[in-house]
């Protein structure tokens, strides 16, 4: 488990080791609305949020 946490250090959200998102959701896009940087407690990496709220069918064309 890894956890995301936001400038001040404190922990907003816990992901499983691939990215999975498994703790915190709310909070994670709360923070994520207010513009707050994100970051991996572990390595202090910005987290990538596009990941987390990317829907998986939204890439995928429609072809008529």
């Known amino acids: 488990m890894r956890n995301i946490v936001n400038e001040a250090g404190e922990?907003?959200?816990k992901a499983t080791c691939d990215g999975t998102l498994v703790?915190?959701?709310h909070r994670l896009a709360v923070e994520a609305s207010l513009g707050q940087?994100?970051?991996?407690q572990d390595t202090g990496k910005p987290v990538n949020l596009e990941a987390f709220f990317r829907h998986?069918?939204?890439s995928?064309?429609?072809i008529a």
């Open 11 to 13: 922990i907003v959200a």
């Open 23 to 25: 703790g915190g959701h």
């Open 37 to 40: 940087k994100l970051f991996w």
């Open 56 to 58: 998986p069918a939204s």
């Open 60 to 62: 995928l064309r429609h």
